[in-house]
C-alpha cells in the first residue's frame, strides 16, 4: 500500500495517465481506502476538468508550429524526467507558471526572425484572405516579367509551362527580412500556388523531408495545413506553397516540363545589383 505522501505526489501524474498498470492499480487501491486522499483525487480532477473547459483556444503561430517540430525531430532522448521527483516538480511549477507564460506568448510577435518557409506561408495565407492584392494582374509572361525589371535583384524571368491547366494570375513584391522578393501566383484547376524567389538563404530543414532531383536537394514542408518546397539554385532561394495533396509535390509542373523532369525555373540566375 503506498503512502499519503507518495499518492498526493503523483496524483497529477495519475490524472495525465501516465502510469502502468501494475502503478495505476496500486494508487487506486490507496484511494478507496483513504479518504482524505480520494477527496484530494476529486478536488484535482475537478479542477483539470475546469482548466480543460475553458482552455483559450487561440491559434497557435506558424512559427512555433515550426519550432516545435524541429525541436521533436532533434530530440531522440528524454531521460532527466523520468525521474518521478524531477517531473512532480515540473509540473507543480508550470502550474504556477502558466498564466504568466500564456500571457507572454499571447502578446509576443509571432515569427520574430522568421524562416524564408514560413514566411513564404504567411504570405501565401495573407494572399488567400485578400489580405496581399496582386499589384500586376495578367497571365502573359513577358508583361509579368517587364514589371519585375528594376524592382528586385535578379533576373526577373517568371518561369514558363506546358500544362494548359495552370495559369499564371500575376505578381507582386513582399519583402523578407528587408529584402525585395518576388511574389507570383499561379492556379492549378481550384487549386492556388504560389512562388516566392529571393537571394539564397540558408533552408532550415530539420522539420522537413528532403528529396533530390538533379543535384538539386528540396525540401517538402507541411506546416499550418499548407505545403511546402524549397531550394537553393544558382543564388537564389525559392519557394513553392500551395493547398495541394500529395505534400504539393504537383505544384512543381510549374517548373518542369510536362511529363519531364527539365526544370524551366532556373532562368531566374542572378542579377547583379547596382
Known amino acids: 500500500m503506498r503512502e499519503c505522501q507518495e499518492v498526493r505526489e503523483l496524483i497529477n501524474i495519475y490524472l495525465d495517465g501516465e502510469f502502468d498498470e501494475h502503478e495505476v492499480n496500486s494508487i487506486k487501491a490507496h484511494l478507496v481506502g483513504c479518504q482524505d486522499c480520494s477527496d484530494l483525487f476529486e ?8 482548466l ?25 532522448t528524454w531521460t532527466l524526467l523520468k525521474s518521478k521527483g524531477v517531473y512532480v516538480a515540473l509540473l507543480t511549477f508550470l502550474s504556477l507558471l502558466g498564466p504568466a507564460l500564456y500571457l507572454v506568448l499571447k502578446s509576443s510577435p509571432p515569427d520574430r526572425n522568421p524562416d524564408f518557409v514560413i514566411t513564404s506561408i504567411n504570405d501565401y495565407k495573407s494572399y488567400l484572405k485578400r489580405e496581399l492584392p496582386l499589384e500586376i494582374q495578367s497571365n502573359h509572361i513577358e508583361e509579368v516579367t517587364d514589371w519585375f525589371k528594376n524592382k528586385v535583384h535578379f533576373n526577373p524571368v517568371v518561369p514558363s509551362f506546358h500544362n494548359k491547366n495552370v495559369k499564371l494570375m500575376g505578381g507582386r513584391l513582399t519583402s523578407f527580412q528587408g529584402e525585395r522578393v518576388a511574389f507570383l501566383v499561379y492556379e492549378l484547376n481550384d487549386y492556388v500556388i504560389s512562388l516566392s524567389v529571393t537571394r539564397e538563404r540558408k533552408i532550415d530543414a530539420q522539420a522537413a523531408k528532403k528529396n533530390t532531383l538533379k543535384e538539386i536537394d528540396f ?3 507541411h506546416l499550418d495545413g499548407y ?9 537564389l532561394t525559392y519557394c513553392l506553397v500551395s493547398n495541394l495533396p500529395e505534400e504539393g509535390r504537383k505544384a512543381c509542373i510549374i517548373c518542369h516540363e510536362q511529363g519531364t523532369e527539365d526544370v524551366n525555373i532556373h532562368r531566374f540566375l542572378e542579377w547583379p545589383s547596382s
Not at 43 to 50: D, S, Y
Not at 52 to 76: A, D, H, S, W, Y
Open 43 to 50: 478536488k484535482q480532477q475537478q479542477f483539470l476538468t475546469l
Open 52 to 76: 480543460r473547459e475553458n482552455e483559450p483556444r487561440e491559434e497557435v503561430p506558424l512559427g512555433l508550429e515550426f519550432n516545435i517540430r524541429t525541436q521533436l525531430r532533434k530530440r531522440k
Open 219 to 221: 525540401y517538402l514542408f
Open 227 to 235: 505545403n511546402a518546397i524549397s531550394w537553393n539554385h544558382l543564388g
